[in-house]
Every structure is written in structure tokens, then in C-alpha cells.
């Protein structure tokens, strides 16, 4: 399968912890991007991450990108209520111009 | 900060009619896109549109579709008989050059009955 895979599915913590999401595929990306969703709504573009890049910063969020483990992982710092949503990972595989989605995982962050 | 738009933001329709889904790109982009997300799964690849015309369009994309960008700055999806498994989210994106970091709208709610 060319899509990513989220893990965990869902993702529950309290309001300040820091949260970890990761993505695995399978294929050769050109990049990868992770978008985040609110209930019903549309997707906010989060970050992008190059296929050179190994690690990049935006606000309280950091990405980082294994190419040899074909995996990235998606980092919420101090996190707040306004960050529960579903988060997912988009692959832009080489020679294509489409993203290709996994099923999300769900984070419900706790007050 | 510029941004896709669609419309209309929820549209009920019956089976068999014909739908046309309206989205407005950021204005210096080049490349559009529709993905569809029915409830509770995952977002999919509709089709990509560049130099006005499809580049590449996935099975879900059969001969019910088209779409078609009728002036600068309006591209819309028509589907000509919905089914009942059309129902989903509609969104569309787009982007401009480098390295196909797409900007999605809204989207727009098609409920079949």
C-alpha cells in the first residue's frame, strides 16, 4: 500500500503533556506533510518535511522524518484543548503529485 | 493570509440528480485538486488538474465526474447522476510551485438521499 499509517488510531492525554504521532509507508516520497482536521471540518495544512529533511520545527510543533525507516513522527508540545482533533499524515510519492492519506489518528487532549 | 474557498458549504441532493461543487483556488496557483473523505474515513485522491486539464484521476473518478475550470478563477467537480455512495466530504486544494504543499477549503457536505 502506498498510503501512510498512523499510529496510535487514538490518542488521549491531558492538557500540557506532549503528544507523539507517527506515520509509516511504504513506498519513496518525495515529501511528506501532516495536516490537521477538526470535527467536520476541513484540513489545515501543519508542516511539510522534505525527503532530504530530517527534522523540522513550527511553533510547538516538530516533525521528523527516517527515510530509512520509511517513518515519521509528528510532535505536539504543551499541549492545549484546541489541539484535539484528527491528525494526518500526506505522502507525496516520488514521481506523483497527489498526497495519499492514512486513516488519522484521533487526539482528544483532556483539560 | 490567502485561502481556497467552496461552496456551497452543504448541498442535499436525490439520487440521480446532477450535483456541481464550486471551489475558488488561491489565485497564483497552478495546480487543483479534489479529494473526497466519506465520514469516518480516510481522505482520498479524486483528480488533479493543471495547464486546463486532468493530469490524473483515481478509479473513484469514473465517467459520472468531471471537472472543469469555466473561467480564471473558479474550478468545480460535477457529478452528472449521484449515487447513494457519493455521499462524503468534498474538498479541494490547491497549490502553486515547489514541492506540492497543498491548501485545502473547507470542504462541502454531499448528502444523496
Known amino acids: 500500500s502506498q498510503q501512510g499509517e498512523e499510529d496510535p488510531q487514538a490518542l488521549s492525554i491531558q492538557e500540557g503533556e506532549n503528544a507523539t504521532m507517527n506515520c509509516s509507508y511504504k513506498t519513496s516520497i518525495n515529501n511528506l506533510q501532516w495536516y490537521r482536521q477538526n470535527s467536520g471540518r476541513g484540513l489545515v495544512h501543519l508542516i511539510l518535511i522534505r525527503s532530504n529533511e530530517r527534522e523540522k520545527h513550527s511553533g510547538r510543533l516538530r516533525v521528523t522524518l527516517d527515510t530509512s525507516k520509511k517513518s515519521s513522527s509528528l510532535l505536539i508540545t504543551a499541549s492545549r484543548a484546541a489541539d484535539t482533533a484528527s491528525y494526518f499524515c500526506?505522502?507525496?510519492?516520488?514521481?506523483?503529485?497527489?498526497?495519499?492519506f492514512g486513516q488519522g489518528t484521533r487526539l482528544t487532549i483532556n483539560p | 493570509e490567502p485561502e481556497v474557498t467552496q461552496t456551497p458549504s452543504h448541498q442535499v441532493t436525490q439520487m440521480g440528480q446532477e450535483v456541481i461543487l464550486r471551489c475558488v483556488p488561491i489565485?497564483?496557483?497552478?495546480?487543483f485538486y479534489w479529494y473526497r473523505q466519506i465520514l469516518g474515513q480516510k481522505v482520498e485522491f479524486l483528480v488533479s488538474?493543471?495547464?486546463?486539464?486532468?493530469?490524473?484521476k483515481s478509479e473513484i473518478f469514473d465517467d459520472q465526474f468531471s471537472v472543469e475550470r469555466p473561467d480564471g478563477s473558479n474550478f468545480t467537480l460535477k457529478i452528472r447522476s449521484t449515487k447513494l455512495e457519493d455521499s462524503a466530504m468534498y474538498f479541494c486544494a490547491s497549490f502553486g510551485r515547489g514541492w506540492y504543499e497543498q491548501y485545502f477549503g473547507p470542504g462541502t457536505r454531499l448528502t444523496v438521499t
Open positions: 489565485s497564483n496557483h497552478l495546480y
Open positions: 500526506g505522502l507525496i510519492i516520488q514521481g506523483a503529485q497527489k498526497l495519499v
Open positions: 488538474f493543471y495547464n486546463n486539464e486532468i493530469s490524473e
